[in-house]
T-cell receptor, first 113, second 118 residues
Framework: DVKVTQSSRYLVKRTGEKVFLECVQDMDHENMFWYRQDPGLGLRLIYFSYDVKMKEKGDIPEGYSVSREKKERFSLILESASTNQTSMYLC????????????FGNGTRLTVT | AQKITQTQPGMFVQEKEAVTLDCTYDTSDQSYGLFWYKQPSSGEMIFLIYQGSYDEQNATEGRYSLNFQKARKSANLVISASQLGDSAMYFCAMRVLISSGSARQLTFGSGTQLTVLP
């Protein structure tokens, strides 16, 4: 079974803080994603990566950056947290198959006060 | 751009009855895949079923089946014999097949909250 581990289940940060959300996968998948989930909006793609050191913006990249120094680890960075970034953040991976589903971590619920 | 629409924010169904969750999609691409996920209150995303745009038969996985109507651009999830454990948020998602080097991301709908009544 694919295991996708997000470092924190719950996180509370103050406005203006730099926040790191970590995601580690154990299946040697090339593709990794960060989504945020908000009620009524579903899941929206923030950033994704298809190889080490490669990254591409998703639909809502503003206020976020990412880092992928190793294949198994994909980090989401909030440079200066704001209250509108309070959300559930989901990391996911998939392999190359076009019919391969995304495998998700358990999510990090971030609250910015 | 791709878009997924789930028009039912909430649905109720009686235990042991069947229920259909609606999903329509919008894409100009010919090659794509459609996925359904279940998210219980615990928060994990569970993959349920997949349908490819060129698949001639509707996908089935146990009590889940996908009613795929390509001309209408709909991919409704049918759950037969509902159980209390089926109460969850359900998301429809689409992947468009594009050239290698892409990360094969999914575009998600806004979800349908299903409640199974005893």
């Amino acid at each position: 079974d694919v295991k996708v581990t997000q470092s924190s289940r719950y996180l509370v940060k103050r406005t203006g803080e730099k926040v790191f959300l970590e995601c580690v996968q154990d299946m040697d998948h090339e593709n990794m994603f960060w989504y945020r989930q908000d009620p009524g909006l579903g899941l929206r793609l923030i950033y994704f990566s298809y190889d080490v050191k490669m990254k591409e913006k998703g639909d809502i990249p503003e206020g976020y950056s990412v880092s992928r120094e190793k294949k198994e680890r994909f980090s989401l960075i909030l440079e200066s947290a704001s209250t509108n970034q309070t959300s559930m953040y989901l990391c996911a991976t998939t392999d190359r198959g076009y019919n391969s589903p995304l495998h998700f971590g358990n999510g990090t619920r971030l609250t910015v006060t | 751009a791709q878009k997924i629409t789930q028009t039912q924010p909430g649905m109720f169904v009686q235990e042991k009855e069947a229920v259909t969750l609606d999903c329509t999609y919008d894409t100009s691409d010919q090659s794509y895949g459609l996925f359904w996920y279940k998210q219980p209150s615990s928060g994990e995303m569970i993959f349920l079923i997949y349908q490819g745009s060129y698949d001639e038969q509707n996908a089935t996985e146990g009590r889940y089946s996908l009613n795929f109507q390509k001309a209408r651009k709909s991919a409704n999830l049918v759950i037969s014999a509902s159980q209390l454990g089926d109460s969850a948020m359900y998301f429809c998602a689409m992947r468009v097949l594009i050239s290698s080097g892409s990360a094969r991301q999914l575009t998600f709908g806004s979800g349908t909250q299903l409640t199974v009544l005893p």
